[in-house]
């Protein structure tokens, strides 16, 4: 069973960029697609970015599409969420979750994920 880590959260300014990072420890994450979640005080978990095992296949919520990218790096067992241009209603704890057997093709809901990690916190404020 894989174990995530979520990292590189933290307090910017809008305008600014911060690049998220999803490790997995105890497996390879190979096999897992891989999807970005955030969790806004009061709000409900949003699915806002998946990447397949393949890496070929990337999705896009519309509230981030143009301004975060995916990526995967098969080497560091890690997955990396680009955060630019960010505002702040990008403000939430971000999470990472792993599935096998998933293609992102109807990302978006929570309970399709096994596996989550403990998340980061990312705040936009002036």
């Known amino acids: 069973q894989v174990t995530l880590v979520e990292s590189g959260g933290g307090l910017v300014q809008p305008g600014d960029s911060l690049r998220l990072s999803c490790r997995g420890f105890?497996?390879?994450?190979?096999?897992?697609?891989i999807g970005w979640f955030r969790q806004a005080p009061g709000k409900e978990r949003e699915g806002i970015s998946c990447i397949s095992s393949m890496g070929d296949g990337k999705v896009y919520a519309e509230s981030v599409r143009g301004r975060f990218a995916i990526s995967r790096d098969y080497a560091e067992n890690t997955v990396y969420l680009q955060m630019n241009s960010l505002k702040p209603d990008d403000s939430a704890v971000y999470y990472c979750?792993?599935?096998?057997?998933?293609?992102?093709?109807?990302?978006?809901?929570?309970?399709?994920?096994?596996?989550w990690g403990r998340g980061t916190q990312v705040t936009v404020a002036t």
């Open positions: 105890g497996a390879t994450l190979d096999y897992y697609a």
């Open positions: 979750a792993a599935e096998t057997h998933y293609t992102c093709s109807d990302f978006g809901l929570p309970l399709d994920f096994a596996t």
